[in-house]
């Protein structure tokens, strides 16, 4: 299974406060170590030097190496009739898409369907600029957003 980097502290905490797979946690303060000591999860201290090595964005000395997110069928929407879907189409920079799931989560949106095609993945940068956003989120990749609608229409969403 493919694994991501979330970054910064408060993606971080979110993450590890979640459901979400955490393989390992890097911080570059032993002082911060105390944060992460009520589950079994790796937690390493590097410098900031070895952080920096392994990404780009501002880490702000916390980095996490997580599964990358599991995507949900289409026929758990079905089943389970949320109040708010939310549907993305062409929203092809990860930053755009990590400000659209930090301000969905905000506004209590659960559930986001974007394309395969022509569309961000949900990578690290997605997942730093989202601010924790992601936790607790339903993603759907499909295939056609199009039958994806009318099937949903079909089931009585509107």
């Not at 780009?56 to 000395?61: L, M, P, T």
């Not at 092809?92 to 930090?102: C, K, T």
């Given at each position: ?29 032993k002082e911060n170590m105390k944060m992460f000591d009520n589950k079994k999860v790796l937690v390493e201290v590097k410098d900031n030097a070895f952080l920096n090595k392994l990404t780009n964005d501002n880490h702000q000395g916390f980095v ?95």
């Amino acid at each position: 299974m493919k694994e991501l980097l979330v970054c910064g502290k408060n993606s971080v905490i979110d993450a590890y406060n979640s459901d979400i797979k955490i393989k390992k946690i890097l911080i570059s303060n032993k002082e911060n170590m105390k944060m992460f000591d009520n589950k079994k999860v790796l937690v390493e201290v590097k410098d900031n030097a070895f952080l920096n090595k392994l990404t780009n964005d501002n880490h702000q000395g916390f980095v996490a190496l997580i599964e990358e997110l599991a995507y949900r069928d289409i026929e758990y929407l079905i089943k389970n009739k949320p109040n708010i879907v939310l549907v993305l189409d062409k929203i092809q920079d990860p930053h755009n898409l990590g400000a659209i799931l930090r301000t969905a989560n905000a506004s209590g949106v659960k559930h986001i369907i974007f394309p395969k095609e022509h569309s961000a993945s949900i990578n690290s940068t997605s997942l730093k600029v989202s601010s924790g956003g992601f936790v607790g989120m339903n993603f759907y990749r499909v295939n056609s957003l199009s039958a994806t609608i009318t099937k949903l229409k079909k089931a009585g969403y509107w």
